[in-house]
Nanobody, 129 residues
Framework: QVRLVESGGGLVQAGGSLRLSCAAS????????MGWFRQAPGKEREFVAA????????YPADSVKGRFTISTDSAKNTVYLQMNSLKPEDTAVYYC??????????????????????WGQGTQVTVSS
């Protein structure tokens, strides 16, 4: 059974940084894509970034491009989201999600929440102004 566990959330001032981790377990990961999503109070869950398990392909949302970096450590079965230059509007619960890509090409990487099969429990990120 696949399990995803996020960690690293917390309270930070605007302009600060946080690194979120998502530890995956329960199977061997190969043609998988890990995504990060976030959900602010009263808003829809939105895509943040995605990465292929090998780490060779990444895709960030426009809202975080240049500030957030997604990466993997396949030896640790862990995906990271490095968040720099945080803004109050980045405040949300952050979720990691996983999907196996049963198609020839990774592109485009999945950005719709309905494309993902497994989800973590979420970690709160709060950015104060």
């Amino acid at each position: 059974q696949v399990r995803l566990v996020e960690s690293g959330g917390g309270l930070v001032q605007a302009g600060g940084s946080l690194r979120l981790s998502c530890a995956a377990s329960g199977r061997t990961f190969s043609r998988h894509v890990m995504g990060w999503f976030r959900q602010a109070p009263g808003k829809e869950r939105e895509f943040v970034a995605a990465i292929t398990w090998s780490g060779g392909n990444t895709y960030p949302a426009d809202s975080v491009k240049g500030r957030f970096t997604i990466s993997t450590d396949s030896a640790k079965n862990t995906v990271y989201l490095q968040m720099n230059s945080l803004k109050p509007e980045d405040t949300a619960v952050y979720y990691c999600a996983l999907v196996y890509l049963n198609r020839g090409s990774y592109w485009p990487l999945p950005t719709d929440r309905d494309e993902y099969d497994y989800w973590g429990q979420g970690t709160q990120v709060t950015v104060s102004s």
